[in-house]
């Protein structure tokens, strides 16, 4: 496609850290971008605790996005390398591995059938009495009647992540447009720009709808190129470890309470999250007393001690999930425009091997091996039943 001297070759609409490593990756690749978002390096990434745990977010079913997942992990340290010299800021990350346990016999029996599933799909972690566990993690209850020890589960701040990315993106040359993307031109059956939400009219030789839980409401887009994503509310705690406390937690512990899942993150800073809720309730974004009472019941319950410390932040977002909880990655039905939306629980995961992917999509044409299974055209037939029994997994 011919271009002015003024238009850019790609549009990114959203600014959430799919979208800037996108934009970071394409203009690597020689394309001139452009980001339109209201506030680049604000969306889930604001709320999301970032860990990187391909092995102990394996569910049943799942499989073909496991190989993704562990290949994004693969790239995260060299990713982070890179981006961290690139911008000149840290974006915490930690091979610090992950704790999961249980605390009752029936949990302790789901973890075994998740071991059992692991070990079948040849990913490393190690079965542990619940003695040992407490020897990793003094701060445990003592009722932890066993783990799985996941050293290749890691973790990431994805708040420097984000921020990371913006300086990453205005370094590398891309445009970020502070305004929100209110409408989609299309001409001659092609997309080409965007309407913003000043009047403003940004054409570009491409599009990429990267909007999160946003993305499937862009006015002026085909209904058959429409992303099936929907919003699914998690809220998310912030507690302070004190230095009298620490060290509080060594790594990500993680565990099923009751049934709902439940994990805390400590970070160097002495920060620990806990979350997430998992709420299929539209657009609603409100903190609620009830979500907090039950993060903090279940952490309790997991580790005591965190009654001790304060509590610095409540907060909630929007994961967007996909009709299979995968995503959408690369061409849709309409040319010129494409996705990079879905992401669900693995936004900040999926984070290297979706920059690649879709910078090799916007400037080669055509995506890698890994991404074909996620294609955005894969529910022009309807979508695919979801597996029964599976736990959905937090922000």
Not at 23 to 49: K, T
Not at 56 to 75: D, F, I
Not at 276 to 292: I, R
Request: proline share 7%.
């Amino acid at each position: 496609m011919s271009r002015t001297a003024n238009q850019p070759d790609v549009l990114v609409v959203g600014g959430g850290i799919i979208g800037l490593v996108t934009a970071w990756r394409a203009a690597q690749r020689g394309l001139s971008v452009r980001v339109a978002d209201p506030e680049p390096g604000g969306g889930a990434a604001r709320v999301a605790a970032g860990m990187l745990a391909a092995v102990t977010e394996l569910h049943y079913g799942e499989q073909t996005l496991l190989a993704l997942n562990l290949e994004s992990a693969r790239r995260y340290p060299d990713f982070a390398a890179e981006l961290e010299e690139a911008s000149g800021r840290g974006v915490g990350y930690r091979a610090c591995g992950t704790l999961a346990v249980a605390l009752d016999a029936d949990d302790r029996a789901h973890l075994r059938e998740l071991h059992a599933l692991q070990t079948r799909s040849g990913l490393e972690s190690t079965w542990l009495s619940g003695r040992e566990c407490r020897r990793l993690e003094p701060m445990l209850a003592p009722g932890v009647r066993g783990g799985l020890r996941v050293d290749g589960d890691h973790q990431v701040d994805p708040r420097l992540l984000a921020s990371a990315l913006v300086t990453a993106c205005e370094r590398a040359g891309v445009v970020l447009v502070r305004e929100r993307a209110e409408r989609l031109v299309v001409e001659r059956g092609r997309a080409t720009g965007a309407v913003l939400s000043d009047g403003t009219r940004v054409a570009a030789g491409q599009v990429v709808l990267a909007g999160g839980s946003m993305s499937g409401r862009l006015d002026g887009v085909p209904a058959e190129a429409v992303p099936p994503v929907r919003p699914v509310k998690g809220q998310v705690l912030r507690l302070t470890v004190p230095p009298a406390f620490a060290p509080f937690l060594s790594r990500t512990v993680r565990a099923v309470v009751r049934g709902s899942q439940v994990y805390l993150v400590p970070r160097e800073s002495g920060e620990l999250v806990i979350g997430a809720t998992s709420e299929e309730l539209g657009w609603d974004t409100a903190v609620t007393a009830g979500g907090v009472y039950e993060l903090l019941r279940d952490a309790h319950e997991l580790v005591p001690g965190i009654t001790e410390l304060p509590l610095t932040e409540t907060r909630a977002g929007l994961r967007p999930g996909s009709p299979d909880n995968a995503p959408l990655l690369g061409f849709t039905a309409l040319p010129g425009l494409l996705t990079a939306t879905g992401h669900y629980r693995n936004g900040v995961l999926l984070t290297p091997v979706t920059g690649d992917v879709m910078a090799a999509a916007l400037a080669d044409g055509d995506v890698p091996d890994e991404a074909r299974p996620f294609a955005p055209g894969r529910f022009a037939a309807g979508p695919p039943r979801i597996p029964s029994g599976r736990q959905e997994q937090p922000v």
